[in-house]
């Protein structure tokens, strides 16, 4: 008998938090089967963030620590800064990342801190009850844009990977998604190839994930996972953004 | 059968994702609750697996572990 797939070593026993379908369980393994697969378990240093993400210090059997809501580019570039040997990433929300940690982002891309974040878009404020986010789509309904996403009333979404590919800093700039199975071993790829820039120091990496979240999208897990394709990839569409050399 | 899953019915939260995505529809949901109060999904071992990990590739709970059965194996 062969063993084809098991937990990842890197994994707690804990049972996630997350809801039925969501895209946070598919992340939180593949970052760990990427540690495991890399060997780095015990030069890891992952930055948790406010949000759904946000007890992965109970799932992650590698050092993890908390961040304010928004700075996990910060925390992540001041641990990176006194700890060069160590592979940090941040793993932070479209909340989180594109809203109110917009400063501590963008300028740790712009600075091209050596550090990689895990940016999980699911087009909404999960944790708190899918409130619109920077990165809602225009017409989408969240419980702050009850009619549907406005441009004029509310802008328009953000591509965070388009902006950061602007900045001199960026190394490495993927968007991919995790909606069904060619998707996520692609995601997982991407995941890997973020920390080896990261080893490399060729620059700032980030992996943009697009992420269903059935319960707030108030949709059946299948159907959200369709729906990133329907909908989500029209706006965000998937694929290499940037890689400034290849690693 | 060439190969087969083991499903933790604590971790699963039956979204059903590991039985549309499975190319044997070898998985289906019962009509048992876990601790969490969800309906579990199951292997049925009468239809063919090939022990292919989509559904585990798929498993948002990390639930599901995949065998393969070798040549060398007892039945
Ligand atoms: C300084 C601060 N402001 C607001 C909050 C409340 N808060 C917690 S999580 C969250 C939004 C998280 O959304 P996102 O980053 O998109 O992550 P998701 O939950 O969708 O994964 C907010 C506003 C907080 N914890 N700290």
Known sequence: ????????????????????????????????????????????????????????????????????????????????????????????????????????????????????????????????????????????????????????????????????????GTSYLERVAVNKPAAIIKTKKAIAKAFRHQQQKTGFSLVEILSPCPTNWKMSPLDSCRWVDDVMTKVFPLGLIKETKKC | MKGFIRIDPERCKGCSLCMEYCPGHAISLTNRLNLKGYFVADFEDKKECTGCAVCAVMCPEVAIEVYQIEKTDER
């Open chain 1, 1 to 168: 008998m062969k063993t084809v797939y098991c937990r990842p070593k890197c994994m707690k026993e804990a049972h996630f938090h997350y809801c039925p379908g969501c895209g946070h369980g598919v992340i939180t393994r593949l970052i760990a089967e990427v540690v495991d697969e890399m060997e780095l378990r015990d030069k890891t240093i992952c930055v948790a963030p406010a949000g759904c993400g946000m007890l992965l210090y109970n799932y992650f059997d590698i050092d993890t620590i908390e961040s304010a809501h928004g700075r996990g580019a910060a925390v992540a570039t001041g641990i990176k800064r006194v700890r060069p040997e160590n592979l940090v990433f941040s793993y932070q929300g479209d909340g989180d990342l594109a809203a109110i940690g917009t400063a501590e982002g963008f300028h740790a891309a712009n600075r091209g801190e050596l550090i990689s974040v895990i940016f999980v878009n699911n087009g909404v404020y999960g944790m708190t009850g899918g409130q619109m986010a920077p990165t809602t789509m225009l017409e989408q309904v969240t419980t702050t844009s009850p009619a549907g996403r406005d441009s004029v009333l509310q802008g328009h979404p953000v591509k965070i990977c388009e902006v950061y590919a602007t900045l001199d």
